[in-house]
C-alpha cells in the first residue's frame, strides 16, 4: 500500500573506479548494499581500517567535549537537538583535505588533557598525604626518628581510642617489668589514636615486642621531616599544581576556534567508517570490482546514467526475488501514517510477505490515543509540543515520525476531550464556581459526559474495537487476494465477521436495550456465522469427520478468542475514566485552600504529573492494542528495512551542490 517499489542492481567495473562508485553512493544515499556472497570473488578485510578509525573517531569526540568543558560552550536542551549546520558537498570536500590538520590539534588537546590528568593525580596524592598527617600535625619531631643515643622512639597508631595510662596499662601487662616508658598522645578520636612511645635504649626490644603484641601499628611511609612541615610544603605543591592547570586550560580554550573543525571530523569519520564498512560488502579482483544492492527503481534510471557515464562501468537492474527475506522494504507514507512507523518497527519491520499496516493503523492508533488521554487540554499540550519541536529543534527521521505521533495523537486528544467536556479535567467549570460566583456553570461535552454513561460510552468502545479487529481480518482477506488465495480470503474472513457482528448484538443485550428488530438480525447473524464457520473450517479435512470436527473446534477458538479481544477494549473507557477523573481530583484539591496562586500552583504540579503518568498508560496500552488485537489477524513481520548507504552525520547536513 505505501510499499516503494525497488530492484535489484549491479555494478562491475575497473577497481581503479571504486573509490569513485563508493564515494558516489555514498553522497547519493538512495542505495541499500548487500554482501557479494561469491567463492570466485575475492573480499576486502577492513576490520582494521575500520577499527583504528573508531578509536579516533572516540579521540575526536573526546577532544570535542574538552574544548565545550574547557571553552565554556554550553548547549541548552534546544541546540542539543539542532546542533545541525548546513554545508554544502563541495564545502564538505574541502574540510576534508585538513581533517590531517584537524586531527593533529585534537591529539594536542588530548596531551594537554592527559597533563592535567597527571597533575589532578599529584594533586590527589598531596591531599591524602596532608590527610594522613593532619592527625600527626602536634608532632615535634620528624616521623622516621626511631632513637637518640639513650632512647628508643616509637611512633604509630593504635586502632582504638586509648588515653596514655591505658596505653602504659597494656605495655605492662606484656612486661611488668617496663618502667622507664613515656606515653605521648598526640591526637585521638573514636577510631584510632595516634601516639609517641619514648623508652631506655636498653628495653627498645622489650617495648618493641610489648607494642607488637597490643596491636601497634607504625606508619606506611614515615618521612625525614615535621608533620607540620609536610602538611605546609604539599599545599604549597598543590596551589602551585592548580596554577599549571590553569595555565593548560588556557591552552586548550586556544583551540576554541577549532571546534566546528573537530566536529565536522567526527561527522567526516563517520562517513569514512561507513565507507570502509561498504567496501568489505563489495568483491573485487586483480583489476575489478563489483557490488550490489537494492534501489528504488524511480531513482535507478538516474544513478545509472551518472555511474555509466562519469565511470569505466557496467550497471544493471533486475527485479527482486521477493521469496528472498533479505530483499528490504522501504516505506514511503506521509506523516499522519509515518507517525506510526516507528510502533510498527518496535514490533517488527514490514516484509515483502506483507501489507504496509500504517495507513490502517495511524486511523485506529490515534483514535484509540485520543478516547484514552480524553482531554482537549492535554492533547492541545501535546500539539504545542509537536508545533515546537518541528519549527525550532528542526526534527528529522526517527525524531520526526515521533513528533508526527505526538501531533496527531494530541489533535485526536483534542476531539475527544471536546466530545467528553475534558478540559484539564472540570477545569472551567470549577473556575466557573469557585473564583467567579457561577451557580449553574456550562456543560462543555458535546457528546456525552463518560462519568455519568460510562455503560453506553463502554458500548461504544467496545463496537469501536470490533471495527478494528474486522479491519486486521480485512488486511487478511487483501492479504490472500494478492496470493489469489480466494478461497481462504472468503471462508477465513466472512464467516467471522458474520458471527462476530450477531455475536456483538447478542452481547450488547445486556448492557443496554436493544430494539427487537436488530435482536432477531443479531441472533440470525450469529447462527449463520456459526454454521459458516462450522462448515467452511475444516475443509482441508480429508472425511466428513474430520471436517465437522475441525469446524466445530474453530467455533469455539473463534467465540472464545473474540470475546477476549473485544473485551480487550473496554481499557478505552478504562484509561479515559482514569485520566478525567485524577484530573478533576486535582482541580478540587486546587480549589480548597481557596487562593488564586495556590490554586495555579497546586493544578500546575497536579497536571504535570498525571499527563506524565497517563501519557505513558495511554501509549503502551494503544500499542498492545495493536501488537495483540490487530497485528495477530495479518501481520508476520520479522522485515528488512530499507537502510541507504550515505552521509551520516551528528552535527553537519550536507547539501547537494546543483
Known amino acids: ?40 570473488i575475492a573480499k576486502y578485510d577492513t576490520s582494521e581500517i575500520v577499527g583504528n578509525l573508531t578509536t579516533n573517531q572516540q579521540r575526536v569526540e573526546k577532544a570535542v567535549q574538552l574544548l565545550e568543558k574547557n571553552c565554556n560552550i554550553k548547549r541548552g536542551l534546544i541546540e542539543s537537538f539542532t546542533d545541525f549546520k548546513t554545508i554544502s558537498y563541495e564545502r ?46 602536634k608532632l615535634d619531631i620528624m616521623m622516621a626518628s626511631k632513637r637518640t643515643l ?3 622512639i616509637f611512633i604509630g597508631t593504635f586502632n582504638q581510642n586509648l588515653s596514655a595510662d591505658k596505653i602504659m596499662e597494656l605495655i605492662k601487662q606484656n612486661d611488668n617489668e617496663m618502667d622507664d616508658v613515656a606515653v605521648e598522645i598526640i591526637s585521638n ?94 568483491g573485487v579482483s586483480d583489476s575489478a570490482f563489483f557490488i550490489t544492492g537494492y534501489i528504488p527503481q524511480k531513482e535507478a534510471e538516474e544513478l545509472r546514467f551518472i555511474i555509466e557515464t562519469k565511470y569505466n562501468a557496467y550497471f544493471n537492474t533486475m527485479e527482486p526475488d521477493y521469496d528472498n527475506p533479505d530483499v528490504p522494504v522501504l516505506l514511503d507514507n506521509g506523516s499522519f501514517a509515518g507517525g506510526v512507523e516507528g510502533i510498527t518497527e518496535m514490533y517488527s519491520p514490514v516484509s515483502n510477505k506483507d501489507v504496509d499496516p500504517n495507513p490502517i493503523m495511524a486511523f485506529f492508533y490515534y483514535a484509540f490515543f485520543g478516547l484514552m488521554l480524553s482531554d482537549a487540554g492535554y492533547g492541545i499540550l501535546m500539539v504545542l509540543f509537536a508545533i515546537f519541536a518541528d519549527k525550532k529543534l528542526k526534527a528529522s527521521g526517527s525524531f520526526k515520525k515521533t513528533v508526527n505521533l505526538a501531533f496527531y495523537s494530541g489533535i485526536s486528544s483534542i476531539i475527544f476531550g471536546a466530545l467528553f467536556g475534558g478540559w484539564f479535567g472540570d477545569l472551567i467549570p470549577v473556575v466557573c464556581t469557585t473564583f467567579l460566583g457561577i451557580e449553574n456553570p456550562p456543560q462543555l461535552a458535546l457528546w456525552l459526559d463518560p462519568v455519568t454513561n460510562s455503560i453506553k460510552l463502554l458500548v461504544y468502545c467496545l463496537g469501536f474495537g470490533i471495527l ?76 466428513i469427520i474430520g471436517k465437522f470436527g475441525t469446524g466445530l473446534y474453530a467455533l469455539y477458538n473463534t467465540a472464545s478468542g473474540y470475546l477476549g479481544d473485544i473485551l480487550s477494549y473496554s481499557r478505552l473507557l478504562a484509561l479515559g475514566l482514569v485520566t478525567g477523573v485524577i484530573a478533576s481530583s486535582i482541580n478540587l484539591m486546587a480549589t480548597m485552600p481557596g487562593n488564586p496562586i495556590l490554586f495555579v500552583l497546586i493544578f500546575i504540579v497536579g497536571h504535570t504529573i498525571n499527563i506524565a503518568i497517563n501519557l505513558i498508560g495511554t501509549y503502551v496500552h494503544t500499542n498492545r492494542l495493536q501488537y495483540v488485537e490487530f497485528f495477530s489477524k495479518f501481520y508476520e513481520g520479522e522485515g528488512k528495512v530499507f537502510t541507504p548507504f550515505r552521509l551520516n552525520t551528528k552535527h553537519f547536513i550536507i547539501k547537494e551542490d546543483k
Not at 226 to 237: A, G, N, T, V, W
Request: charged residues 25%; hydrophobic residues 40%.
Open 468 to 543: 478494528h479487529l474486522f479491519a486486521g481480518l480485512l488486511l487478511n482477506a487483501y492479504k490472500l487476494i494478492k496470493s489469489k488465495n480466494y478461497t481462504a480470503a472468503v471462508f477465513d474472513t466472512l464467516p467471522v465477521m458474520i458471527f462476530v457482528c450477531g455475536f456483538a448484538v447478542f452481547g450488547a443485550g445486556f448492557l443496554i436495550e436493544v430494539p427487537e428488530t436488530v435482536k432477531n438480525i443479531g441472533n440470525k447473524l450469529l447462527v449463520i456465522g456459526a454454521a459458516a464457520i462450522i462448515l467452511t473450517a475444516g475443509r482441508s479435512s480429508k472425511n
Open 150 to 152: 639513650t632512647t628508643r
Open 189 to 282: 578520636d573514636k577510631l584510632f589514636t595516634c601516639a609517641v612511645i619514648i623508652c631506655h635504649a636498653s628495653s627498645g626490644e622489650a617495648l618493641e615486642k610489648a607494642l607488637e603484641n597490643i596491636g601497634f601499628i607504625y606508619p606506611e611511609k614515615a618521612l625525614p621531616a615535621l608533620p607540620s612541615k609536610i602538611i605546609e610544603d604539599s599545599q604549597k605543591e598543590i596551589a602551585e599544581l592548580e596554577v599549571q592547570i590553569s595555565e593548560l586550560k588556557k591552552q586548550i580554550s586556544g583551540y576554541a576556534s577549532d571546534y566546528d573543525d573537530i566536529k565536522f571530523l567526527y561527522d567526516h569519520l563517520t562517513t569514512q567508517i561507513d565507507k570502509y564498512k561498504a567496501v568489505e560488502l563489495a
Open 92 to 137: 564538505y570536500k574541502g574540510l576534508t583535505e585538513k581533517s590531517d590538520e584537524t586531527f593533529s590539534k585534537c591529539r594536542q588537546i588530548l596531551k594537554l588533557n592527559k597533563s592535567i590528568e597527571d597533575i589532578r593525580q599529584r594533586i590527589a596524592d598531596q591531599k591524602r598525604l596532608i590527610e594522613n598527617m593532619k592527625p600527626w600535625e
Open 1 to 40: 500500500m505505501a510499499k516503494v517499489k525497488l530492484v535489484r542492481f549491479e555494478i562491475a567495473s575497473l577497481l581503479s573506479d571504486s573509490k569513485g562508485i563508493i564515494e558516489h553512493l555514498q553522497k547519493c544515499g538512495c542505495a541499500h548494499l548487500e554482501d557479494v556472497h561469491s567463492e570466485d
